[in-house]
Protein backbone atom coordinates (compact mmCIF):
# COMPACT_ATOMS: atom_id res chain seq x y z
CA UNK A 1 0.00 0.00 0.00
CA UNK A 2 1.24 3.35 -0.74
CA UNK A 3 1.18 6.28 1.53
CA UNK A 4 1.57 9.81 0.29
CA UNK A 5 2.48 13.07 2.07
CA UNK A 6 2.68 16.62 0.82
CA UNK A 7 3.96 19.49 2.19
CA UNK A 8 5.33 22.68 0.65
CA UNK A 9 2.08 24.74 0.89
CA UNK A 10 1.47 28.00 2.80
CA UNK A 11 0.53 31.76 2.60
CA UNK A 12 1.76 33.62 -0.50
CA UNK A 13 1.35 37.31 -2.04
CA UNK A 14 -0.17 37.15 -5.63
CA UNK A 15 2.16 36.81 -8.10
CA UNK A 16 4.74 34.87 -5.82
CA UNK A 17 6.04 31.24 -6.19
CA UNK A 18 5.29 28.02 -3.89
CA UNK A 19 6.51 24.07 -4.68
CA UNK A 20 4.52 21.38 -3.17
CA UNK A 21 6.22 18.40 -2.44
CA UNK A 22 4.59 14.61 -2.54
CA UNK A 23 6.17 11.93 -1.00
CA UNK A 24 5.54 8.56 -0.97
CA UNK A 25 6.43 5.43 1.22
CA UNK A 26 5.33 1.63 1.67
CA UNK A 27 5.66 1.09 -2.10
CA UNK A 28 7.86 2.43 -5.19
CA UNK A 29 6.84 4.89 -6.84
CA UNK A 30 7.69 4.72 -10.40
CA UNK A 31 4.75 1.90 -11.23
CA UNK A 32 2.34 5.20 -10.46
CA UNK A 33 1.02 7.88 -12.33
CA UNK A 34 0.89 10.94 -9.96
CA UNK A 35 -1.66 13.88 -10.39
CA UNK A 36 -2.68 16.66 -8.32
CA UNK A 37 -5.70 18.26 -7.59
CA UNK A 38 -6.88 20.84 -5.67
CA UNK A 39 -10.38 21.90 -3.81
CA UNK A 40 -11.68 25.41 -2.79
CA UNK A 41 -13.96 26.20 -0.19
CA UNK A 42 -17.18 25.36 -1.36
CA UNK A 43 -15.50 23.82 -4.98
CA UNK A 44 -15.41 20.29 -6.40
CA UNK A 45 -11.90 19.40 -6.51
CA UNK A 46 -10.41 19.56 -10.31
CA UNK A 47 -7.52 18.58 -11.71
CA UNK A 48 -4.09 20.55 -11.61
CA UNK A 49 -1.61 18.37 -13.43
CA UNK A 50 -0.39 14.74 -13.47
CA UNK A 51 2.78 13.49 -14.52
CA UNK A 52 3.51 10.17 -16.21
CA UNK A 53 5.62 7.05 -14.69
CA UNK A 54 8.67 7.75 -15.98
CA UNK A 55 8.06 11.64 -16.08
CA UNK A 56 7.94 11.62 -20.07
CA UNK A 57 4.82 13.60 -20.21
CA UNK A 58 2.97 15.91 -17.96
CA UNK A 59 -0.41 17.28 -18.19
CA UNK A 60 -2.18 20.55 -17.12
CA UNK A 61 -5.23 22.17 -16.61
CA UNK A 62 -5.44 25.12 -18.93
CA UNK A 63 -5.94 27.26 -15.46
CA UNK A 64 -2.63 26.76 -14.42
CA UNK A 65 -0.68 25.97 -17.93
CA UNK A 66 2.42 27.99 -18.13
CA UNK A 67 2.22 28.85 -14.05
CA UNK A 68 2.97 25.55 -13.02
CA UNK A 69 5.27 22.64 -13.70
CA UNK A 70 5.28 19.02 -12.53
CA UNK A 71 8.34 16.94 -11.77
CA UNK A 72 9.26 14.25 -10.13
CA UNK A 73 12.16 11.64 -9.42
CA UNK A 74 11.28 8.08 -8.59
CA UNK A 75 14.58 7.36 -6.64
CA UNK A 76 13.60 9.69 -3.96
CA UNK A 77 9.88 8.57 -4.60
CA UNK A 78 8.98 12.31 -4.60
CA UNK A 79 6.62 14.48 -7.09
CA UNK A 80 6.77 17.96 -7.28
CA UNK A 81 4.83 21.00 -8.14
CA UNK A 82 6.65 24.36 -9.22
CA UNK A 83 3.87 26.84 -8.41
CA UNK A 84 4.96 30.36 -10.24
CA UNK A 85 2.82 33.28 -10.66
CA UNK A 86 0.13 32.31 -8.33
CA UNK A 87 -3.30 34.11 -8.49
CA UNK A 88 -5.97 34.62 -5.44
CA UNK A 89 -7.67 31.56 -7.67
CA UNK A 90 -5.02 29.36 -6.99
CA UNK A 91 -6.42 29.30 -3.11
CA UNK A 92 -7.30 25.56 -1.99
CA UNK A 93 -5.75 22.72 -0.42
CA UNK A 94 -4.03 20.70 -2.95
CA UNK A 95 -3.41 16.87 -3.02
CA UNK A 96 -1.57 14.54 -4.70
CA UNK A 97 -2.59 10.84 -5.38
CA UNK A 98 -1.33 8.32 -7.57
CA UNK A 99 -3.54 5.40 -10.07
CA UNK A 100 -1.52 2.26 -11.87
CA UNK A 101 -4.35 2.13 -14.28
CA UNK A 102 -5.23 4.48 -17.07
CA UNK A 103 -8.31 3.86 -17.95
CA UNK A 104 -9.87 7.34 -17.58
CA UNK A 105 -8.28 10.89 -17.79
CA UNK A 106 -5.72 11.71 -15.93
CA UNK A 107 -8.09 14.71 -14.24
CA UNK A 108 -10.76 11.85 -13.04
CA UNK A 109 -10.40 11.67 -9.27
CA UNK A 110 -11.91 8.86 -8.77
CA UNK A 111 -9.80 6.71 -10.97
CA UNK A 112 -6.84 7.51 -8.67
CA UNK A 113 -6.03 4.93 -5.71
CA UNK A 114 -4.45 7.06 -2.96
CA UNK A 115 -4.33 10.15 -1.90
CA UNK A 116 -2.21 12.39 0.31
CA UNK A 117 -4.02 14.05 3.38
CA UNK A 118 -3.43 17.87 1.43
CA UNK A 119 -1.64 20.64 2.15
CA UNK A 120 -3.19 24.54 1.91
CA UNK A 121 -2.42 27.24 0.07
CA UNK A 122 -3.19 30.72 0.17
CA UNK A 123 -2.77 33.19 -1.79
CA UNK A 124 -3.23 36.66 -0.66
CA UNK A 125 -2.12 40.16 -0.13
Known amino acids: QLQLVESGGGLVQPGGSLTLICIASGNTLEYHEIGWFRQAAGKEREGVSC????????LYADSVKGRFTISRDNAKNTVYLQMDSLKPEDTAVYYC??????????????????WGQGTQVTVSS
Open 97 to 114: ASRVRYDSSWYVAASYDY
Open 51 to 58: ISRRGRVS
